[in-house]
């Protein structure tokens, strides 16, 4: 997996890139916890270019947003396509979630 | 047609069994749509048998794979415990972010792929059949 991140409007801004998967989930985790660690508490998770995610990725997702809600925190999603939206939706986490079309929208209404 | 992968129940070996899947598939001339289904359907079910099968102890994982008329069969053998992955209740997925955990979440994800999923046990070996077919959409 790889991480391209940047900061706007308060939110850091997270594109995920490769796969999420039993392997390579917690890098996820360990990013988010990065940021937390430093003070943020608002994502925009850009799921462009993920290519693959299975339940060990949303274990991990769900973990990052458990720590960011203790805090008050957000975790929203942007550009969600193909199999990943798919996974998101048939486990619920589209409708747990809030979800965007782009990352100008996330960081304006999430 | 028809092949098998047998290695350690281990996750260090789910690239292995992917690849293996994955070349299948392309050697058979599967459709394409069904990689995504393969994929999360294998990942989901070996990550169970490295986790649960053998508790603490080793053992080997087994898949074999069965092209005809455009479907694929994945057949999933271990030699651990007996478990029938199919008896798991089913995740409730309305809770939210507090309340909500990921048991379950697997197995539903088998589920909603498969167009058919079977569990037997049989010669001191747990054996799920999962058959994936491109017309299948989720949820159907």
Known sequence: MEFETSKQDGFVVLKVKGRMDAVTAPEFEAKCGEFIDAGDTAFVVDLSGLEYISSAGLRSILATAKKLKAKDGKLVFANLAGMVQEVFSISGFTAMFKVFDTIDDAVAKG | ?140
């Open chain 2, 1 to 140: 047609m028809t092949d098998a992968l047998r290695l350690p129940a281990d996750t260090a070996n789910l690239e292995q069994f992917r690849e293996f899947a994955l070349s299948r598939m392309e050697q058979w001339e599967l459709p394409f749509a069904l990689a995504p289904k393969l994929e999360l359907v294998l990942e989901e079910l070996l990550v169970n048998v490295c986790s649960y099968a053998y508790g603490d102890g080793d053992g080997d994982v087994e898949l074999s794979l069965s092209a005809e008329d455009g479907a694929l069969t994945l057949l999933i053998r271990d030699w651990g415990r007996p478990y029938d992955p199919l008896t798991t209740q089913e995740p409730d997925l309305t809770l939210d972010v507090e309340e909500r955990g990921i048991g379950g979440l697997g197995v539903h994800f088998v589920r909603q792929m498969a167009r058919e999923v079977s569990y037997r046990r049989d010669n001191e070996a747990n054996e799920l059949t999962v058959v994936l077919a491109a017309d299948a959409p989720p949820g159907d």
